[in-house]
C-alpha cells in the first residue's frame, strides 16, 4: 500500500498517461488497504488473517464517450498499456452526453479539512487477541449462553487518491479498529443466537471488550422462549441498530441517478412534507472520526454538512455530475467511488436528531405493539416504497416491553411510514447512520 502522497502522485501520472494516449479527459483512482483480525472461539485461536490489496482505476473520455478499466498492477509498463486500452476503449464506446468530469470551477481547493481520521496507535496481534478472547469470555460468562460463534478483533488502515486531468489531486488517509462476538443461548431447537460489535477509527473510542461481550450475551438470552403475535395492525418500535436502515431506504430514493431513471418511490415530491416537522435528518461528511467523513467526494468536489430532511421536509436530491446533467441541476459532492467504473452517489455520516421523548415515553402508551430487534430479507420495493420484512424482537404491552417474539412480518408504504415517524431522545454515535429508537404507528404485522 502506498504512501498518501505517492498514491495521489501515481493517479496523476495516470491522468497524464491517459491525456498523451489520447484522451480528452481523464481521472484516476487510487485505493489501498491493510488489515489484520484475530478470530477466537470457545477460548481458543479460530483464525489470524492479514491481507493488503492496493487498486488503480482509470476513466477516460474521448470524444463524448467514456471509458473504465481498472489494475491492480502499478509499475509503469503496466500503467501505460492501462491508459492506451482505456482510450482504445472509449473510441468504441456509444456518445453518453451526461458522462465528463465534475464542473472544473466547483472542484476543491485549498488545505483539506481536518477529520482526525487516522490513529496513529496500532494494536498488535498480541493485543488483538488479547481483545477477541476478553470479548468472548465475557459473552460466553452470561448464565444461560451455551455456545459461541466467536469473538473477533481487527485493526487496518485504507488510504485513498483521486486525480483529474483538469486540476485536481487530493488524497487522504483512514483507520479502522473493530470488535465483535455472536453468542448462542438455550439448547436444541430452542436455542436463539445474537451478536454485538463495535467499529471505530480510532481504538480509543471503542467500549470496553466485557462490556460488549455481557451485552451479546444478555442480547441472546432475552430472545429464549420467543412467542408469536397475532396479525394486524400495530405500533412498530425500532431499536436503533435497526432503525437506521429506514433512513437507508430514504437515501437510496433520493439519489439523483435513481430520480434521473424515474425509479425512486420519492419521484416528484422534491421538497415535500414528508415527516413530521420534528424530523431532522443530517448528513455530515466532515465529522471529526466519522465512519464515513471525507474532505472531497469522488470526484474532487468539497463536502459539507447538509440537511437531508429540514423539518420533515425533503431538502433535494443528492447529485454527482452525471445526475445533475441529467437533471438539469448542480452536483451536492455526493459522488462515490469504488474500485473502478462511473462514480456512484451516496450519503456519508447520517443521523436523524434526537427528540424530545425518551424511549420509555415514547412507548408509554402503546398498548401492544412490538419492538423490533432484527430485520431479515431485503422485501423494500424502492420503485414503490412498498415495505414488507421479517422480524423479530419483544412485545410491548401497556407502554413496557415483554417477553421475545420472532417468526413476523412488519408490512407499510415507505411514504406512510416516513409521514407516521416519531423520534426518542436515545441518539448513538458508532454507526455510519445513527439514529434513536423510533416508532411508526399502523404498521401492518402478519404473524399467527
Not at 502499478?74 to 468504441?92: S, T
Not at 483538469?166 to 483507520?175: D, I, L, M, N, R
Request: with cysteine; proline share 4%; aromatic share 4%.
Amino acid at each position: 500500500m502506498l504512501d498518501p502522497n505517492i498514491a495521489q502522485e501515481r493517479a496523476a501520472a495516470l491522468v497524464d498517461r491517459a491525456r498523451r494516449a489520447g484522451a480528452d479527459a481523464a481521472d484516476a483512482v487510487y485505493m489501498g488497504d491493510a488489515s489484520e483480525s484475530i478470530a477466537v472461539r470457545l477460548g481458543k485461536l479460530e483464525d489470524v488473517e492479514r491481507s493488503e490489496s492496493e487498486h488503480i482505476a482509470l476513466r477516460v473520455f474521448v470524444g463524448g464517450a467514456a471509458a473504465s478499466i481498472g489494475s491492480s498492477d502499478l509499475a509503469d509498463a503496466a500503467l501505460d498499456e492501462l491508459a492506451a486500452r482505456a482510450v482504445a476503449m472509449a473510441r468504441a464506446a456509444p456518445v453518453d452526453r451526461f458522462a465528463g468530469l465534475a464542473p472544473e470551477e466547483l472542484l476543491m481547493c485549498g488545505p483539506l479539512p481536518e477529520l482526525d481520521a487516522l490513529d496513529p496507535v496500532e494494536p498488535s496481534p498480541a493485543q488483538l487477541r488479547e481483545q477477541a478472547a476478553a470479548i468472548e469470555d465475557a459473552a460466553r460468562a452470561v448464565a444461560g449462553v451455551t455456545n459461541s460463534e466467536g469473538g473477533g478483533a481487527s485493526a487496518g488502515q485504507g488510504v485513498f487518491a483521486l486525480a483529474t486531468s483538469h486540476g485536481f489531486a487530493g488524497s487522504y488517509v483512514t483507520t479502522s479498529r473493530s470488535l465483535s462476538v455472536s453468542v448462542v443461548a438455550g439448547e436444541g431447537a430452542g436455542m436463539q443466537r445474537d451478536y454485538a460489535w463495535r467499529t471505530a477509527r480510532h481504538g480509543a473510542d471503542l467500549p470496553g471488550a466485557e462490556e460488549l461481550g455481557r451485552l451479546a450475551g444478555e442480547r441472546a438470552v432475552k430472545r429464549l422462549e420467543p412467542g408469536k403475535l397475532s396479525s394486524g395492525p400495530m405500533s412498530v418500535v425500532f431499536d436503533p441498530r435497526v432503525g437506521g436502515s429506514l433512513v437507508g431506504h430514504l437515501i437510496g430514493a433520493i439519489s439523483g441517478a435513481a430520480i434521473a431513471r424515474r425509479a425512486s418511490f420519492l419521484l416528484g415530491r422534491e421538497g415535500a412534507q414528508l415527516f413530521d416537522s420534528a424530523v431532522t435528518i443530517l448528513d455530515d461528511p466532515l465529522r471529526a472520526r466519522g465512519l464515513r467523513s471525507k474532505p472531497f467526494d469522488g470526484e474532487g468536489l468539497p463536502t459539507a454538512r447538509r440537511a437531508l430532511i429540514e423539518a420533515g421536509r425533503l431538502t433535494g436530491w443528492l447529485m454527482d455530475s452525471a445526475a445533475a446533467r441529467q437533471l438539469g441541476a448542480a452536483p451536492t459532492g455526493h459522488a462515490s467511488r469504488g474500485s473502478g467504473g462511473a462514480p456512484g452517489i451516496g450519503a456519508t455520516n447520517t443521523h436523524i436528531a434526537a427528540g424530545s421523548l425518551s424511549p420509555a415515553a415514547l412507548m408509554a402508551d402503546i398498548a401492544d405493539g412490538v419492538y423490533v430487534t432484527e430485520l431479515i430479507g431485503h422485501g423494500v420495493n424502492a420503485v414503490t416504497g412498498d415495505y414488507s420484512r421479517g422480524a423479530s424482537g419483544f412485545r410491548i404491552v401497556n407502554g413496557e416491553i415483554a417477553g421475545p417474539v420472532a417468526e413476523f412480518t412488519v408490512a407499510g408504504n415507505l411514504v406512510d411510514m416516513f409521514a407516521a415517524l416519531t423520534v426518542a431522545n436515545d441518539l448513538e454515535w458508532y454507526r455510519a447512520i445513527n439514529v434513536p429508537t423510533l416508532r411508526i404507528d399502523g404498521m401492518m404485522i402478519a404473524g399467527d
